[in-house]
């Protein structure tokens, strides 16, 4: 209800272009969560999957003249493959040796961007990128509404008996064998799902801006998307999709203080981190 | 039932376990003791495949076990318990149970994306709640249970995996006398389900009143075998246990 009255709300097109990002940032912040939040694993190459979706539906869609509708699903499920891949790693590594990996993935990711210039056309970007849906308004919509199936899927998904895997492996991996689980496939199904995600995020961000250049796809955004599953609350269905819209308007709302905006942002964050170690959603949870 | 042969397991120079023979008979209460590092542990875990021996056989009902991984022998029916209990600690104690469901859900996965919550088993992991103690206090944190609840959850974790042979390391250990009592009052309940038991233990009432045969280990290899009571009346055994000028 909310979603569908908010762009009534907010009519000027910047505001609903925030509202635009603001529905990709939820799509990346449930697909970050899955793995970290559920998972356990501490996952900061989340961002190249993200690039992943975004580039290869681009060059589908501006080289080989694919419909959108098709170029999609073959970059989610690029980036579902991209995130086996890292799996195929991140079972064999945990903790800091793991996000250290990932880490190095997103990087690796980025590089590959900046450098293959035959096909990616580097740092030069790729122009003139039509959205699937011709206005802001109706994007927003079509973003949203996938947001939301995702989220009611995920939240299914998370109340199943693979939830309680899924959370089995987060908090002891070894007893979690001893019942029978295999955690390399499940942990890697977590990487794939998540990625896939993430990649269906990106198929609607070079369309909604217009140009496509690595520097959107920069390892500063897989620790935007932690900061968003963090504050919100990891391990919760609501937590990061608070915290995905707290940290793409916060940002917007504080433009009005100039250079001081980013130590704001800062200052918030590490204030949340502090005192509400559970994320934002831990407050509702207190207050039940 | 299980049944291994020269089993060995060095870490480093240490010889942990060396060339243990030995064969738990189906159904029954088979105990595992021996002096502090006398490397039961070890064993247990070359048993439920947390580790892998560096030589020997090792067979469950006629089928190999050697290369393969804990959750496959967990899916042939070998369950367990840790001597450092590892619970899902955040997680509520229906959940911990719930999750030792784990290889008997066979729903295909896109039914979970649509329905969600499958309540299977929950009647059953009630039950086992129950079993155990537990049932009244389902929906807490297992991390906020105290230590003895702490360890009968784990019981009924491992339960749940519906196991032919379960394997406990030290269940009694830092339990009070009411507890070991109800313990060991859960275990022949255990037994009488037809589920065998090997049971590494210090708590000589556990193992001298429950247990039909003992298997004894020291310095990581084989000393003794046979009932409770030979075992007492075992002259190599005490040694162990008390030190060799007690052995007259």
């Known amino acids: 209800m909310l979603v569908a009255a908010a762009p009534w709300l907010i009519t ?8 635009v990002l603001c529905a990709m940032n939820v799509l990346l912040a449930l697909s970050l969560n899955l793995v970290m939040g559920y998972t356990g694993q501490l996952n900061l190459g989340q961002s190249a999957f993200y690039a992943i979706g975004a580039y290869v539906s681009t060059i589908l869609i501006k080289t080989y003249h694919w419909n959108f509708w098709l170029a999609a699903p073959a970059a989610i499920i690029a980036a579902g493959f991209l995130g086996l891949a890292l799996a195929a790693f991140a079972v064999r590594l945990r903790g800091h040796y793991l996000a250290i990996a990932s880490l190095g993935f997103a990087v690796i990711t980025y590089q590959v961007l900046v450098n293959w210039e035959s096909v990616t056309e580097g740092v030069r970007g790729i122009y003139g990128i039509l959205p699937p849906v011709g206005n802001t308004l109706g994007l927003f919509y079509l973003i949203a509404g996938i947001a939301l199936l995702v989220y009611l899927a995920m939240d299914n998904l998370v109340r199943s008996p693979v939830g309680d895997t899924l959370r089995a492996i987060r908090e002891d991996e070894i007893s979690a064998a001893a019942l029978g689980v295999n955690g390399a496939l499940w942990k890697a199904f977590a990487f794939g799902v998540g990625a896939a995600i993430a990649g269906l995020a990106g198929c609607f961000y070079p369309g909604f801006v217009g140009t496509l250049v690595p520097d959107a796809f920069n ?8 900061a968003m599953v963090i504050v919100g609350g990891m391990g919760t269905m609501l937590g990061p999709v608070i915290g995905a819209i707290v940290l793409t308007f916060l940002p917007e709302l504080l433009r009005g203080f100039g250079e001081l905006r980013l130590m704001i942002y800062g200052v918030a964050l590490t204030l949340v981190v502090l005192f509400l170690p559970g994320g ?9 | 039932m299980l049944q291994a042969r020269a089993l060995s397991k060095s870490f480093g120079g240490v010889r942990a376990v060396h060339e243990v ?8 209460i088979y105990a595992l003791i021996g002096p ?21 056989e090792l067979t469950f009902r006629g089928e190999n076990l050697i290369g393969l991984p804990a959750y496959r022998r967990a899916r042939l029916g070998i369950a367990r318990t840790f001597q450092k209990i590892r619970l899902f600690k955040q997680l509520s104690l229906l959940e911990n149970v719930r999750a030792g469901f784990h290889i008997h859900q066979d729903a295909p996965l896109w039914r979970y994306l649509v329905r969600g919550g499958s309540d299977r088993y929950d009647a059953e992991a009630r039950e086992l709640l129950q079993f155990v103690g537990l049932g009244e206090r389902m929906h807490e944190r297992a991390g906020a249970l105290a230590y003895g609840q702490q360890r009968m959850l784990e019981i009924a974790r491992a339960l749940a995996t ?5 394997m406990l390391d030290e269940p009694a250990a830092g339990l009070n006398a009411a507890e070991v009592d109800f313990l060991l009052q859960r275990l022949v309940d255990v037994s009488r389900r037809g589920i065998t038991l090997l049971v590494v233990e210090h708590n000589m009432d556990l193992v001298m009143n429950v ?34 000028e007690f052995a007259a």
């Not at chain 2, 004894?216 to 075992?234: I, K, S, W």
Request: glycine share 10%.
């Open chain 1, 12 to 19: 000027t097109p910047y505001w609903r272009g925030i509202l």
């Open chain 1, 219 to 226: 390892i500063v955004e897989s620790f935007t998307m932690l």
């Open chain 1, 280 to 288: 934002i959603a831990s407050c509702f949870k207190r207050a039940r």
């Open chain 2, 21 to 28: 023979t030995l064969a738990v008979p189906e159904k029954m």
């Open chain 2, 36 to 56: 502090n590092g006398a490397g039961k542990s070890t064993l247990l875990n070359l048993l439920s495949g947390i580790y892998q021996p560096d030589a020997g």
């Open chain 2, 162 to 166: 519906r196991p032919r042979l379960f």
């Open chain 2, 211 to 244: 247990a039909q045969r003992v298997f004894v280990m020291d310095h990581g290899v084989p000393l003794y075998e046979g009932t409770p009571r030979e075992v007492q009346a075992n002259r190599a055994v005490v040694a162990a246990y008390l030190g060799g």
